[in-house]
């Protein structure tokens, strides 16, 4: 009774959170030309699913388990290399959903559900600044359309993010990380210079790599690192 009760109130969120006319022409590659960068991927997990859906779009059962986990290990993959990608995680929650089906391990309808929240953090991220206009909330809306490839959203976010020079390390980072993917070099130097300045070990991942890019662009400066800021103290 109580597992009833779980799978009727996770697939209601799913219902909202996940549109299955969504998540299926994605599964098919009909997204046109939408995916951008991530076409090749999709090309080629398309190809696989082609030759194991059934003609009916309405049975969704693949007969093969193993083949079915091995498209879920790929989207897991590329969820893990693109944290932020509405597009792999909206896939994702689709094939947790469609396994769940097959061999009904609850496990994979939370999964589903946690994936397709995350898929959502754009459109979340448009509404928080609808609401509640700050740096913080452009800032979120930066990196969020960044992850989704809405390159000219990010910048004008990130203009208004960092519109009051908040001395905030992760904001310039973003900032930084947007400019140099457009081809704003100094932009770029001044906002990630400014991220490493402010606080060297900012993030576990970001702060390494906001030197990287800064030694880089601007091999003949040297920027502070936490085991520089640790031994000095």
């Not at 209601?12 to 995916?35: F, I």
């Not at 909206?90 to 898929?119: K, P, T």
């Not at 947007?178 to 070990?201: C, D, F, M, W």
Request: net charge neutral.
């Amino acid at each position: 009774m109580h597992l009833k009760i779980l799978w009727v109130l996770v697939l209601t969120s799913l219902l909202v959170l996940l549109r299955p006319c969504d998540t299926q022409a994605l599964s098919l590659g009909y997204t046109n030309g939408k995916l951008d960068t991530y076409s090749s991927a999709v090309q080629l997990l398309t190809v696989n699913s082609r030759q194991i859906l059934p003609g009916k779009q309405s049975d969704l059962v693949f007969p093969d388990y193993l083949q079915r986990s091995h498209i879920i290990s790929v989207y897991e993959q590329k969820v893990a290399q693109s944290p932020d990608s509405s597009i792999f995680l909206r896939l994702l929650a689709d094939q947790y959903l469609r396994r769940f089906r097959e061999i009904g391990d609850i496990d994979d309808v939370l999964r589903a559900e946690q994936a397709a929240r995350r898929s959502l953090a754009l459109q979340i991220a448009r509404s928080e600044v609808a609401v509640r206009d700050d740096v913080y909330a452009e800032d979120t809306l930066a990196w969020a359309a960044a992850a989704n490839g809405q390159w000219q959203e990010a910048q004008r976010a990130a203009q208004r993010a960092t519109r009051f020079g908040t001395e905030d390390a992760l904001l310039q980072f973003h900032a930084g990380m947007i400019a140099l993917h457009l081809g704003n070099r100094e932009e770029a130097i001044k906002r990630l210079t400014q991220a490493v300045s402010l606080n060297p070990q900012f993030h576990h991942k970001y702060a390494d790599q906001a030197r990287q890019v800064l030694a880089n662009l601007v091999p003949s400066v040297s920027f502070p690192t936490a085991n520089a800021i640790g031994s000095s103290l």
